[in-house]
């Protein structure tokens, strides 16, 4: 969908700037915390600016964290509410003092299990592991990384997160890759089901999941969390090892971090948001 070659596109044009310090870190009436983005550099590649963005950041439970950014003028398409019952951002009032210069060192919003912390100018955001301060996503670039800064256009959004070395992560389906539901550096990752047969390799199916689970090894200790982008819009995913990329074509970042710290435990986290497995009903099973 996306050329890779897009992520070394002057993405330093693409900077924003957290403008609205009395809302950090203050609570937001549902008890999160929130903030304002402006684009710093105006520009029109990939389309216009989006010039105001509202920064949503709650602890849902003791294991699930959910970052949310929209446009702050704007309604934008997300996955409906009805159909998918979670919390909705509260709208911030968008007020932009002076405060801005205090807005330059790093900050943090702990919960039970999971940390975030920003970073104002340009904006960047991370979140850790608690109990051993493990950096599980994080979207900062020092110029050196294979992607760029946050990007935010009516029409294109691209955000990414270093990893590490010996991460394993599976997940972002349905497709048929060859290499199943385990992720391999240097292949992009298209979401835009199609709906077509599983016969076919390389191929879009019916489901699209923007979810992975991350499996490290931590001092000879077992770990895993996963990270859901709650967007239906299309997109490709470029994983390279050491850093993971989105390229989406609409919508909003809708992030949610299950801290785990087992796979069991990270499935059950995902399905307490998305809903259960359903049973088969009986008919399905033929008759003997």
């Given at each position: 969908m996306f050329s890779s070659a897009s992520s070394f596109l002057s993405l330093s044009f693409f900077n924003y700037l957290l403008i609205s310090a009395p809302m950090f870190p203050s609570e937001t009436p549902d008890g999160g915390i929130g903030g304002l983005l402006q684009v710093k550099q105006r520009n029109k590649i990939y389309g216009p600016d989006i010039p105001l963005l509202q920064l949503h950041v709650k602890h849902e439970t003791q294991d699930r964290l959910r970052v949310h950014i929209t446009d702050a003028e704007k309604q934008r398409w997300e996955v409906p509410y009805n159909l998918l019952p979670r919390e909705q951002a509260p709208?911030?009032?968008?007020?932009?003092?002076?405060?801005?210069?205090?807005?330059?060192?790093?900050?943090?919003?702990?919960?039970?299990?999971?940390?975030?912390?920003?970073?104002?100018?340009?904006?960047?955001?991370?979140?850790?592991?608690?109990?051993?301060?493990?950096?599980?996503?994080?979207?900062?670039?020092?110029?050196?990384?294979?992607?760029?800064?946050?990007?935010?256009?009516?029409?294109?959004?691209?955000?990414?997160?270093?990893?590490?070395?010996?991460?394993?992560?599976?997940?972002?389906?349905?497709?048929?890759?060859?290499?199943?539901?385990?992720?391999?550096?240097?292949?992009?990752?298209?979401?835009?089901?199609t709906d077509i047969s599983a016969i076919n390799l390389n191929a879009d199916l019916y489901g699209s999941h923007p979810v992975y689970m991350d499996l490290r090894n931590v001092k000879g200790q077992a770990y895993a969390h996963a990270v859901l982008l709650l967007n239906s819009n299309g997109m490709d995913v470029f994983y390279r090892g050491t850093s993971l990329t989105y390229k989406i074509i609409g919508g909003v970042f809708d992030l949610y971090f299950f801290s785990g710290p087992s796979p069991l435990a990270v499935v059950d986290q995902y399905t307490s948001l998305i809903g259960r497995p359903a049973a088969m009903p009986y008919w399905a099973f033929g008759r003997y």
């Open positions: 709208a911030l009032k968008q007020t932009t003092g002076s405060s801005r210069k205090n807005l330059t060192t790093v900050r943090e919003y702990s919960g039970s299990e999971l940390i975030f912390s920003y970073i104002a100018d340009p904006f960047s955001f991370s979140v850790k592991r608690k109990s051993n301060g493990q950096t599980l996503f994080n979207s900062s670039s020092d110029g050196s990384d294979s992607f760029g800064v946050m990007v935010f256009k009516d029409q294109y959004l691209e955000i990414s997160t270093q990893l590490p070395n010996d991460a394993s992560l599976y997940g972002l389906g349905e497709n048929t890759q060859p290499h199943g539901i385990k992720l391999f550096p240097g292949d992009p990752y298209t979401l835009y089901t």
